[in-house]
C-alpha cells in the first residue's frame, strides 16, 4: 500500500525520522504548519513566516517558488476537510520533530506524488481526505509534484543552467 500512517490511539505523533521522507520534504513540514496556522487564523502573520522559512531553505527565488505552489496544495486540502486537519503549532519546539497523522498523511501524498508512485499516491490521497478523491486537490498535488520531482535537481524551470563549453 502507501506509507499508511496508522498510529495507534494512545500515540496521535510519531517522529518524522521514522517515515523515511527525503530532506526536502522533511522542510515542507514546517511551511505546511505556518499555511494551516495562517488559515486557522485569518488576521496572523503565519503565511509570511512560511515564505520566509521557504526562502531561508532554499534562498529565496527557489525557496519562494516552493512556498508559493505548496499554498494550494494546502489551501485545497483545508478546504476539503473543512478544517477536520490535526496540525502540530509551528512555533511549538517540543513538537517540531513530530509529526500528528494528518501532517504524515499530507507529505507521505506528496512523497508519492513527487515519485510518479501512482496506485500509492492514489492510497494516499484516499487516505488523507478520508476517501474523497478530490480533482482539485489532486492537481495542486501533482502540480507541484511536476514543479519539484523527486531527484531532480532542485532548480526553478527557466533558469538557466551554467556550462563549461570546451
Known amino acids: 500500500?502507501?506509507?499508511?500512517?496508522?498510529?495507534?490511539?494512545?500515540?496521535?505523533?510519531?517522529?518524522?525520522?521514522?517515515?523515511?521522507f527525503d530532506p526536502f520534504e522533511a522542510r515542507l513540514v514546517s511551511i505546511m504548519r505556518h499555511f494551516v496556522a495562517a488559515a486557522n487564523a485569518p488576521g496572523s502573520q503565519a503565511w509570511h513566516r512560511a515564505f520566509v522559512i521557504a526562502a531561508e531553505n532554499w534562498g529565496e527565488?527557489?525557496?519562494?517558488a516552493v512556498a508559493h505552489t505548496l499554498w494550494p496544495v494546502v489551501r485545497e486540502l483545508l478546504e476539503l476537510r473543512e478544517g477536520d486537519f490535526t496540525s502540530n503549532d509551528?512555533?511549538?519546539?517540543?513538537?517540531?520533530?513530530l509529526l500528528t497523522t494528518d501532517e504524515a498523511?499530507?507529505?507521505?501524498m506528496l512523497h508519492h506524488?513527487?515519485?510518479?508512485h501512482t496506485a500509492k499516491a492514489r492510497d494516499a490521497v484516499e487516505a488523507l481526505t478520508?476517501?474523497?478523491?478530490?480533482?482539485?486537490?489532486?492537481?495542486?498535488?501533482l502540480s507541484f509534484a511536476d514543479?519539484?520531482?523527486?531527484?531532480?535537481?532542485?532548480?526553478l524551470r527557466g533558469t538557466p543552467a551554467l556550462r563549461v563549453v570546451g
Open 105 to 108: 498523511q499530507f507529505i507521505a
Open 113 to 116: 506524488m513527487r515519485r510518479d
Open 130 to 141: 478520508h476517501g474523497q478523491m478530490n480533482p482539485d486537490l489532486i492537481r495542486a498535488g
Open 61 to 64: 527565488a527557489h525557496g519562494l
Open 90 to 97: 509551528p512555533l511549538d519546539l517540543d513538537t517540531r520533530d
Open 147 to 155: 514543479r519539484f520531482p523527486s531527484g531532480a535537481r532542485q532548480r
Open 1 to 20: 500500500m502507501t506509507l499508511q500512517v496508522t498510529l495507534t490511539p494512545d500515540l496521535v505523533q510519531a517522529p518524522l525520522v521514522t517515515f523515511g
